[in-house]
């Protein structure tokens, strides 16, 4: 699609489709970018694929769907009859044709999310047998019996009875001494604030004899007393700065004091804090105890995750166990579908040998299909078109053709025609191309296809159709469908 509307683009084609469906006659107009419906623009993509959608009686599947099983497109769509998307996920194929076929598409979508439950179970196996291994019991009954001995222990464990009283108060002193830590760093920052504004507070030295000289030489235009004026500025100044500086001076005096006072106390606290702690590490209570109660901790910490991978794994057994249950009792299930598919299938099997009857009298052939209980797929139904001899020329490509003309049989309406490419009848001999163009001219309402000239000369000769009629477009090297080479 992206390279047709290349195409499109750059020789500004414009395609044209009249269509009629359902007594409805619809017109569609395609550009490179632009679509028309009864000459009403699609603003979307998405809103073009809407109206196709609608167009059917299919709600559940989309026009692109089941379009693509009345007209094959694809060269890979020729090589199986039931595969009409060469690339299409196993269940999406199979769920269509059964859809077309009228088979019972309940049991397919529940396969489908039992394959989901089935693949999670290899997985939890896959997991559980991971959890198995990381599960050591010897070691586990080991730490259960030392985490008995420790808790006993730690019972019987006594503390120097001024213990909690020191711990009470070693802690207080920590609060304390980190309390006059801060207000010292605060000091200190008001002390560097206090010798900026000395730092600041100095007035550059003015040369009052160069001043002098140059009024000397502009006297005529300013007094005499300007120079006495300056001279009392600067004396202001300097008074002014002098004073700030002496004032930030014996500020620093006393925060240097603060300071010191301060720091002081900071080292008595720092002191006792120190001994208390040298105190209770002489004791060796303190430390033996944490000892135990982080051994202890440890030990609980092993066996929580010990514990909770077995309940992982009683859950994955159980959720194991379910999932076989659920899958054998929808195996028995399905031993109940065949017989109430038995018709159904039977009747398939005979719609197709009647349209093969049409080509191989000798060698008929028939629609197989078999429920597959396997859960290695999502497939439900194995649905194969059968004809002795399918491996010879022409044969597997005319199972192709009988086939859709089943679909075709039982969905007249859906789509309403048939599409095939000239590939279908490459290697199909001309006698099987004139009886199949026969039984299409007789039984649908409309069929498309391309055949090459050399093969239609002589199915001409072998069937009386009105070609005249039929024959819509003769396309040669010189007579192109779009009147160019796409691969140029």
């Given at each position: 699609m992206k390279k047709l509307k290349e195409v499109m683009k750059k020789e500004n084609i414009t395609l044209n489709l009249i269509f009629e469906h359902k007594a409805t006659r619809y017109n569609i107009t395609r550009t490179f970018d632009e679509i028309y419906i009864n000459d009403e623009k699609c603003e979307t993509e998405k809103e073009y694929l809407n109206f196709l959608n609608k167009i059917l009686d299919a709600k559940e599947y989309s026009f692109r769907e089941l379009f693509s099983r009345f007209f094959r497109t694809d060269k890979d769509s020729y090589i199986d009859a039931v595969r009409q998307i060469a690339k299409e996920k196993t269940y999406q194929n199979n769920l269509i044709n059964a859809y077309l076929l009228d088979l019972d598409l309940d049991y397919l979508k529940k396969k489908r999310e039992l394959k989901i439950k089935s693949d999670r179970l290899k997985v939890l196996i896959k997991e559980l047998k991971e959890i198995q291994k990381n599960i050591d019991k010897e070691k586990e009954i080991e730490f259960e019996a030392k985490l008995k001995k420790i808790r006993k222990h730690l019972e019987s464990f006594e503390i120097a009875e001024d213990f909690n009283d020191l711990k009470k108060e070693a802690d207080i002193l920590t609060d304390e001494i980190q309390k006059l830590r801060n207000e010292i760093a605060f000091l200190n920052r008001e002390i560097r604030n206090k010798e900026n504004i000395i730092n600041v507070n100095r007035q550059s030295s003015i040369d009052v004899s160069k001043i002098e000289y140059?009024?000397?030489?502009?006297?005529?235009?300013?007094?005499?007393?300007?120079?006495?004026?300056?001279?009392?500025?600067?004396?202001?100044?300097?008074?002014?700065?002098?004073?700030?500086?002496?004032?930030?001076?014996?500020?620093?005096?006393?925060?240097?004091?603060?300071?010191?006072?301060?720091?002081?106390?900071?080292?008595?606290?720092?002191?006792?804090?120190?001994?208390?702690?040298?105190?209770?590490?002489?004791?060796?209570?303190?430390?033996?105890?944490?000892?135990?109660?982080?051994?202890?901790?440890?030990?609980?910490?092993?066996?929580?995750?010990?514990?909770?991978?077995?309940?992982?794994?009683?859950?994955?057994?159980?959720?194991?166990?379910?999932?076989?249950?659920?899958?054998?009792?929808?195996?028995?299930?399905?031993?109940?579908?065949?017989?109430?598919?038995?018709?159904?299938?039977?009747?398939?099997?005979?719609?197709?040998?009647?349209?093969?009857?049409?080509?191989?009298?000798?060698?008929?052939?028939?629609?197989?299909?078999?429920?597959?209980?396997?859960?290695?797929?999502?497939?439900?139904?194995?649905?194969?078109?059968?004809?002795?001899?399918?491996?010879?020329?022409?044969?597997?490509?005319?199972?192709?053709?009988?086939?859709?003309?089943?679909?075709?049989?039982?969905?007249?309406?859906?789509?309403?025609?048939?599409?095939?490419?000239?590939?279908?009848?490459?290697?199909?001999?001309?006698?099987?191309?004139?009886?199949?163009?026969?039984?299409?001219?007789?039984?649908?309402?409309?069929?498309?296809?391309?055949?090459?000239?050399?093969?239609?000369?002589?199915?001409?000769?072998?069937?009386?159709l009105d070609w005249q009629g039929s024959i819509i477009l003769n396309l040669n090297e010189k007579n192109k469908l779009f009147g160019f080479d796409f691969e140029e």
């Open positions: 140059m009024y000397r030489e502009a006297e005529f235009f300013l007094g005499k007393n300007v120079l006495e004026h300056i001279s009392s500025v600067q004396d202001f100044h300097e008074t002014l700065f002098k004073n700030r500086r002496n004032k930030a001076i014996k500020d620093i005096d006393v925060l240097t004091n603060k300071i010191n006072k301060l720091e002081k106390v900071e080292k008595e606290k720092d002191l006792r804090r120190s001994q208390i702690f040298k105190y209770l590490e002489n004791k060796g209570a303190l430390e033996e105890y944490h000892t135990l109660t982080k051994e202890k901790d440890n030990i609980l910490s092993y066996l929580d995750e010990i514990q909770r991978n077995q309940k992982i794994l009683l859950s994955f057994k159980k959720e194991q166990a379910d999932i076989k249950i659920e899958i054998n009792k929808f195996r028995r299930d399905l031993i109940e579908l065949e017989t109430i598919l038995r018709d159904r299938i039977e009747f398939l099997q005979n719609a197709f040998r009647e349209i093969s009857e049409e080509y191989y009298d000798d060698k008929p052939g028939y629609l197989d299909i078999e429920i597959n209980n396997n859960f290695n797929t999502e497939r439900l139904y194995n649905i194969t078109p059968i004809i002795k001899g399918d491996s010879s020329d022409g044969i597997n490509e005319m199972k192709v053709f009988i086939y859709d003309m089943l679909i075709y049989k039982l969905n007249p309406t859906l789509i309403g025609l048939i599409g095939h490419d000239n590939r279908l009848f490459d290697m199909v001999d001309e006698r099987q191309i004139a009886k199949a163009l026969q039984y299409a001219s007789n039984n649908l309402s409309q069929y498309i296809c391309s055949i090459s000239d050399t093969k239609m000369n002589e199915v001409k000769e072998l069937v009386d």
